[in-house]
Structures are given as structure tokens and as C-alpha cells.
């Protein structure tokens, strides 16, 4: 019943229309709502002495950037009176099956993709993140609580409650997740800049993987709670690796 009314009303082009304009909007919302915060937010950092280029200006400014992230989403689900795009909820034992499911998931398929790509000597890019902690290995320890906290909620707050959701109500899961997905690669694409655009384009390509596999346990887990904390996670396990690595705790 649900699909023959999904159907039916896609014949109308305004659905279409507001569907992927809803998307573009909170995408575009995002990406505003960050800069203003991140350029209002940074000059009251430097106000209380904290040196420009340091670690913690840098992380400072990542947290900015998701608290925007936050805000536009947050504006954007009361505005249109969208929230019932965002399900949040105490997590259940089956919310917590598919965390693990979630998170073996999103390792497995990060450590396939590496796998793949180095048998095929494909180089991927190194991130902005990197090439920082190798002057200030503390950077990748400061943004742990950043990546719980903020990064992981308000991006899937973003990409996977609002984006995902809104195409997922008119055009069902096939389309919505791969959609989502792409729009969640798109900002990512900034992290490399400077990078050579034949290892960017592979790099981006597993970021792609990953929004997929966070979409797939969003729509199965039907809890934002679920992705968020698996993004958050994964992350922290990224940035722990990275730091050991960095100052030599184990091996390149």
C-alpha cells in the first residue's frame, strides 16, 4: 500500500522537487550554519589565548564546525516540523545487536577497501588531520571526545536522520541510502585539498562505503543513537590508531 502511494506520487514532479530540494537545503544549511559558527567561535578562542595553529585551535575549530552542524539541524527539523525524520531513542538489546552488527560492518568494510587497494597499488590521500598530528600528535587526542560528542551525532543527524530521511520518505531505502551517501562524501572532499586528485578520488570512494553501511544500520536500527555512536566509535579508534603511529607507539 505504502509503495502503490509512494508510486503514485512520484508521477507529480513537486515531489521530486521538494524531496531533493529538502535534501540540497539541509545540506546547504549545514555547510552555512558551520562557517558562521566557526568564524565567530574562533575569534572568541583566540580572545582567551589560545594560540592560533595549536593543537587545540585546531580541534577548537573542528568542534565549531559539528556545533553548527548541530544548530542547522537541530533549526532545521523545528522549522519544517520534520521530527518525525529523526527517531532518537534509549537503545534496546536490538539497538545494541546492530551496533556490533554496525560496527564489525564498518571495520570490515574500511579494512576490505584498504585491502583491495593496496593489492592494486592504489595510494590513497592523507587528510588535513594527518598532516597535522605530524607537527602536534596531541591534535588526534583532543579530537576524541570531539568525534563522541559532536562529530558522530550531528553528522548523522544531518546525513542519515534529515538527508537520508527525507528522500527515504518519497523514494524508499535503494535510493535514499546511496544518495545520502554521496551528499555525506561531498564535505569530506575538503579534508584533502592540496592532495593528488588520483589518490582523493579513492579515499572518498571508502568514505562512500562507509555512509552506506551507516545508512543501511540507520534504516534497520530505525535509532540515531545506533550510527551515531558507531561513527564515533570507529573515529576513535581511527585517531587512537593514527596517534600510536605517530609518535611511535607501533609501527607505520
Known amino acids: ?3 502503490d502511494v509512494r508510486s503514485s506520487s512520484l508521477d507529480d514532479p513537486r515531489t521530486h522537487i521538494h524531496a531533493v530540494g529538502s535534501a540540497i537545503l539541509v545540506f546547504l544549511l549545514a555547510l552555512l550554519s558551520a ?27 573542528d568542534a565549531l564546525q559539528f556545533v553548527g552542524f548541530g544548530i542547522a539541524g537541530v533549526a532545521y527539523t523545528v522549522v519544517s516540523r520534520r521530527t518525525d525524520l529523526v527517531s532518537i531513542l534509549l537503545p534496546t538489546r536490538t539497538d545494541i545487536r546492530w551496533f556490533i552488527i554496525g560496527l564489525i560492518g564498518l571495520i570490515g568494510s574500511y579494512a576490505a577497501a584498504t585491502a583491495i587497494f ?7 590521500a592523507e587528510s588535513v588531520i594527518i598532516r597535522r598530528a605530524q607537527s602536534q600528535p596531541v591534535y588526534l587526542l583532543y579530537l576524541i571526545p570531539v568525534t563522541i560528542l559532536l562529530v558522530g551525532p550531528t553528522e548523522e543527524l544531518i546525513f542519515r536522520g534529515l538527508i537520508q530521511g527525507v528522500l527515504d520518505t518519497t523514494y524508499g531505502p535503494k535510493i535514499a541510502i546511496p544518495i545520502a551517501s554521496v551528499i555525506f562524501m561531498l564535505p569530506h572532499f575538503f579534508s584533502y585539498i592540496g592532495e593528488d586528485l588520483m589518490a582523493v578520488v579513492p579515499t572518498l570512494s571508502v568514505v562512500l562505503l562507509l555512509g552506506g553501511v551507516l545508512g543501511l544500520v540507520y534504516e534497520k536500527s530505525e535509532n540515531l543513537v545506533v550510527p551515531a ?5 570507529f573515529n576513535t579508534v581511527q585517531f587512537a590508531v593514527a596517534y600510536a603511529t605517530v609518535t611511535g607507539l607501533i609501527g607505520a
Not at 118 to 124: H, P, T, V, W, Y
Not at 229 to 233: N, Q, R, T, V
Open 35 to 61: 562557517t558562521i559558527t566557526v568564524s565567530i567561535g574562533s575569534s572568541v578562542i583566540s580572545s582567551v589565548g589560545v594560540q592560533k595553529g595549536s593543537a587545540l585551535s585546531w580541534a577548537s575549530g
Open 1 to 3: 500500500m505504502v509503495s
Open 118 to 124: 593496496g593489492l592494486l597499488g592504489i595510494s590513497g
Open 229 to 233: 555512536a558507531i561513527h564515533g566509535l
